[in-house]
């Protein structure tokens, strides 16, 4: 359901939902993926939700999920929101909790300002 992208000399892993819609159906599963990674010690993630035209509360608690599971060991940053994405973002008020980018380019040039 994820595909990912490590780049071990930046020290970050960019992961992507190859889903349509981020919800309770799947929800789950995405968490699962992410945290395999975060166990494996990629503990720098960029979400890239670029196939992601939607997402519900139990997709937003799974991305939350993930992000307690990182701690303060790592750090977790969002780009490519559709307009419904960025909007669910904001009626949870989960736009202050990620910093979100345009694109992984993006994502990844802050996550390396932040090394």
Same mark, same amino acid.
């Given at each position: 359901?994820?595909?990912? $992208?490590?780049?071990? #000399? *930046?020290? /970050?892993?960019v992961v992507k939902p190859t889903v349509e819609r981020l919800t309770a159906a799947n929800a789950t599963t995405f968490k699962e993926?992410?945290? @395999?990674? *975060?166990?494996?010690?990629? #503990?720098?993630l960029?979400? #890239? *939700?670029?196939?992601? $035209?939607?997402?519900d509360s139990s997709g937003i608690g @799974? *991305?939350?999920?993930?992000?307690?599971?990182v701690g303060t060991r790592g750090e977790i940053v969002v780009c490519n929101l559709a307009s419904s994405v960025q909007q669910m973002f904001r009626i949870t008020r989960m736009d202050r909790v990620f910093s979100a980018y345009r694109d992984v380019d993006a @994502?990844?040039? @802050? /996550?390396?300002?932040?090394a």
């Open positions: 359901m994820i595909k990912t $992208s490590v780049h071990e #000399d *930046l020290g /970050l892993c993926e992410v945290i @395999a990674l *975060l166990d494996q010690k990629h #503990d720098r960029v979400i #890239d *939700l670029a196939e992601v $035209s939607f997402i @799974a *991305l939350v999920g993930v992000l307690k599971r @994502a990844i040039q @802050a /996550l390396k300002e932040r």
